[in-house]
Nanobody
Framework: QVQLVESGGGKVQAGGSLRLSCAAS????????MGWYRRAPGKERELVAR???????NYADFVKGRFAISRDNTKNRVNLQMNSLKPEDTAVYSC???????????????WGQGTQVTVSS
């Protein structure tokens, strides 16, 4: 099983920046794609950014040019640098990781508990 712990959420004014971090721990044979999703009040959860084990990234259109995802494979950590934040970025941000068990046969997905990001105008 893999546990994910996020940190770095908080409150910021529009135009400001925040950096989210997520650390994975547990027993697994490989850590595959990692990413961030968010859920705003009254809305469905949506993908923010995703990064593969090889460093390939993809972003939601609404964060392109403002957010940057990165990972440290030696520490099983994924980060999300959020710049030029807007009030509409207010949401609970959750980390996710796809990993392979020690048998190397099955993939699982783990989720963090979420961290609140609030952007005021």
């Amino acid at each position: 099983q893999v546990q994910l712990v996020e940190s770095g959420g908080g409150k910021v004014q529009a135009g400001g920046s925040l950096r989210l971090s997520c650390a994975a721990s547990g027993i697994f044979s490989s850590m595959n794609a990692m990413g961030w999703y968010r859920r705003a009040p009254g809305k469905e959860r949506e993908l923010v950014a995703r990064i593969t084990s090889g460093g390939g990234t993809n972003y939601a259109d609404f964060v392109k040019g403002r957010f940057a995802i990165s990972r440290d494979n030696t520490k099983n950590r994924v980060n999300l640098q959020m710049n030029s934040l807007k009030p509409e970025d207010t949401a609970v941000y959750s980390c996710t990781a796809v990993w392979t068990d020690t048998n190397g046969r099955r993939e699982f997905t783990s989720w963090g508990q979420g961290t609140q990001v609030t952007v005021s105008s």
